[in-house]
């Protein structure tokens, strides 16, 4: 499928969703999802592919298994290029329009321990400083993380703030239309994610040390 952008119709149908979350929804609107959606973002992921590596569209259904929360579709279809353990580059559409970022995901607690001790090492500066200017170029630093200093870990630690996050991402949304619908977005998140690479890298780097030693 040739990538000309995300339609308008990616958007109205995520905010459709979100109004009548079911499978009858779901069946009669499937033709629009596959079109609309799930395409253009196979497109966009595959053109990205030659820098970035292969990357994955995640399923429509949600897991509800363990969830109060029944209602059977995500509403927002994201893909994503792995960098290495629980690193890599994300993007999403959903009713909110297009994100994209990357960094640390959902890290088990040896992944999670091996990213915080090379927060604390002098190697943690330059995440420090990579975080910084990330912020500065409005990048949405986020991520989940405690209230107060991981078990081990003074509260006075210089990267603290570091130390707390048990995932950390950069994030930006991309309001442009002109951008958005158009094949000009496959370039847009190309040189966005460039910009978080130094991040994904540093993290992967840390884990993947860990994961050899």
Request: proline fraction near 6%; charged fraction near 25%; charge should be neutral.
């Amino acid at each position: 499928m040739t990538f000309s952008g995300l339609p308008h119709a990616a958007v109205d149908f995520y905010a459709a969703l979100e109004k009548d979350n079911s499978r009858a929804f779901w069946q009669t609107e499937r033709e629009t999802y596959e079109r609309d959606v799930r395409g253009p973002m196979t497109a966009l992921l595959d053109l990205l592919e030659d820098e970035f590596g292969p990357g994955k569209v995640f399923r429509p259904n949600r897991n509800l298994r363990f969830s109060r929360d029944k209602t059977p579709y995500k509403t927002s279809q994201g893909i994503f290029v792995g960098a290495g353990s629980y690193t890599g580059w994300y993007a999403e559409v959903s009713a909110d329009g297009f994100r994209l970022g990357g960094g640390f995901y959902h890290p088990d607690a040896p992944a999670l321990a091996a990213y915080r001790r090379a927060v604390d090492s002098p190697d943690g500066a330059a995440l420090a400083e990579i975080v910084e200017a990330l912020r500065t170029d409005d990048w949405e630093v986020g991520g989940d993380r405690l209230r107060t200093a991981p078990r081990g870990w003074s509260r006075d630690h210089p990267r603290i703030d570091l130390l707390r996050h048990r995932s950390l991402t950069a994030m930006r949304s991309v309001d442009d239309p002109d951008i958005v619908t158009t094949p000009a977005l496959a370039e847009h998140v190309r040189s966005s994610w460039r910009q978080v690479r130094p991040l994904v890298e540093w993290v992967a780097a840390a884990v993947r040390v860990a994961s050899a030693g």
